[in-house]
């Protein structure tokens, strides 16, 4: 079934193959009941199948761990982590204890992050999402 079929969930930058495995390298999963690792969302919801995101210099700037199920790490887009629904840019990285992907923003607004010495450029393709 192709996308004309279907109705856009979000935009994002989906992590290549190549990205994941090096950044699940440096970024040991702190819950592997669930393993997500999958992609920066920057805008949910309202979207169209035109709106593809345009950020060119995508970098894991930090890490955040609630400590009871969910791991996650924060991303920059050309240098900005706040997205312009007030959001932060991440990747929810790994979950446990009911915590659903959605739930990162809610830890990270609650937490905020840990940021690390060394930048990680992420390799990305920018997509819609449908379902």
Do not use: C
């Not at 969302?41 to 930090?62: L, M």
């Not at 009871?68 to 990285?93: F, K, N, P």
């Not at 990162?104 to 450029?121: A, F, M, Q, R, T």
């Amino acid at each position: 079934m192709g996308s004309k079929n279907k109705r856009p969930l979000y935009s994002a930058y989906v992590l290549t193959d190549e990205s994941r495995k090096k950044l699940l390298s440096l970024f040991p999963v702190a819950y592997p009941a669930r393993v997500v690792a999958h992609h920066v969302t920057v805008q949910f919801g309202n979207v169209s199948a035109d709106d593809i995101p345009t950020g060119k210099d995508i970098k894991v700037v930090g890490t955040v761990d609630s400590g009871d199920g969910l791991q996650a790490l924060v991303v920059s887009v050309d240098g900005e982590v706040d997205r312009q629904d007030g959001s932060v840019y991440h990747i929810t990285w790994s979950l446990d204890n009911g915590y659903k992907p959605v739930d990162s923003n809610k830890i990270i607004k609650k937490l905020g992050y840990e940021e690390i010495d060394h930048k990680v450029i992420v390799d990305f393709e920018p997509k819609v999402v449908f379902v």
